[in-house]
């Protein structure tokens, strides 16, 4: 039997088709058939509908008000199951209903289950200083930011598993060689690397021989990073780096003040502001795409220092010019989540 396709699916190809994209795309992008976006968009020029008449068949098990009440649920609880969802909605609608049923509404009207997007948890002091550091950086133009060398630490593992990887193999095959994933005390060791940028150019990054304290910082300061900001900017820089407890103690704040460096206020749980995040995750792509990826730390180590350098100059510049969005979409959202 022919799948029909949801209501959402096809006002979906119809904005999609009047955005500018082409039919080949629509399909690809929706995972149907060339010939079923063809005919969507057909019926919706002869009838300015896209989607088809209702069909004959058995009655609908729940009405459209109790339908209704389903997407209420959904919405207030978006990390419900189906069956959860289930049992709520049969409390209202005294009709026993099955899973399959409530998943099936829910595409109905959109509602796909997706993984969610981690970000920091934000609380209300939170929110208040990220909106206040928006609201003084709002007027900054590229300008500004092209003299902001940005900063951060990064831990780099040797097996990265995130949850999302799958094994091909036959119902009996659990246990079978190639079809378990080795599970290694954290990650099978790693390295953690200091690194820093600005519109044109990165620092060599600084590898740490065990775990950054306000010693070993203010020494990557002396040596890698006033070397590399005076390079390229003498004196007239901005200096940025987040609120860890190394970053922000009274050793790092004066050796700062004694070099004459102008030092960034920074709002608490920000990595989305900081666009040196997303040069980490360009090494960890790096290390992703390799075709002989490391085994041991050294050769880890080395890696990632190969794919530091291997970041073009557009990226830099690309991401220091979005700085002006990023600060415009945080005060926009008052404090809060922002898509960076």
């Not at 609908?60 to 959860?84: A, I, M, N, P, W």
């Not at 954290?186 to 519109?199: C, N």
Request: glycine share 6%; proline share 5%.
């Amino acid at each position: 039997m022919r799948r029909q396709l949801s209501a959402a699916i096809c006002n979906r190809i119809v904005g999609m088709r009047q955005a500018g994209a082409k039919q080949n795309a629509i399909a690809t992008a929706l995972g149907i058939t060339q010939g079923a976006v063809s005919k969507i968009l057909k019926r919706h020029r002869q009838t300015g509908v896209p989607t088809p008449r209702p069909r004959s068949g058995r009655p609908r098990k729940t009405t459209v008000r109790e339908d209704r009440y389903l997407h209420r649920l959904s919405r207030t609880g978006r990390t419900k199951t189906s069956t959860q969802l289930r049992n709520e909605w049969m409390r209202f609608t005294n009709t026993p209903v099955t899973s399959r049923l409530v998943r099936y509404r829910l595409l109905n009207v959109g509602y796909f289950a997706r993984r969610p997007v981690w970000k920091p948890l934000l609380q209300r002091r939170h929110r208040q200083a990220r909106l206040g550091w928006a609201h003084d950086h709002l007027n900054w133009q590229d300008g500004h930011w092209r003299h902001v060398v940005f900063s951060d630490e990064s831990r780099f593992l040797l097996y990265r598993h995130d949850g999302r990887v799958r094994v091909r193999r036959q119902a009996h095959e659990s246990l079978a060689e190639g079809c378990v994933l080795p599970r290694v005390q954290a990650g099978g060791g790693g390295v953690t690397v200091w690194g820093a940028f600005h519109s044109t150019a990165k620092c060599d990054l600084h590898v740490l021989d065990g775990n950054m304290n306000q010693h070993r910082y203010c020494r990557i300061l002396e040596t890698k990073m006033l070397p590399f900001a005076r390079q390229h900017f003498g004196a007239n820089f901005v200096y940025q780096d987040d609120n860890a407890p190394p970053h922000r103690t009274q050793l790092i704040c004066d050796f700062l003040d004694q070099e004459d460096v102008e030092h960034m206020e920074w709002p608490a749980m920000s990595p989305d502001m900081n666009p040196i995040e997303n040069l980490w995750a360009e090494v960890s792509r790096g290390l992703n795409n390799m075709n002989d990826p490391p085994t041991n730390v050294a050769e880890l180590t080395q890696a990632v220092i190969q794919c530091w350098r291997e970041i073009p100059v557009e990226t830099l510049t690309n991401l220091v010019t979005s700085m002006p969005r990023r600060v415009r979409a945080l005060y926009n959202a008052r404090g809060g989540h922002t898509k960076y």
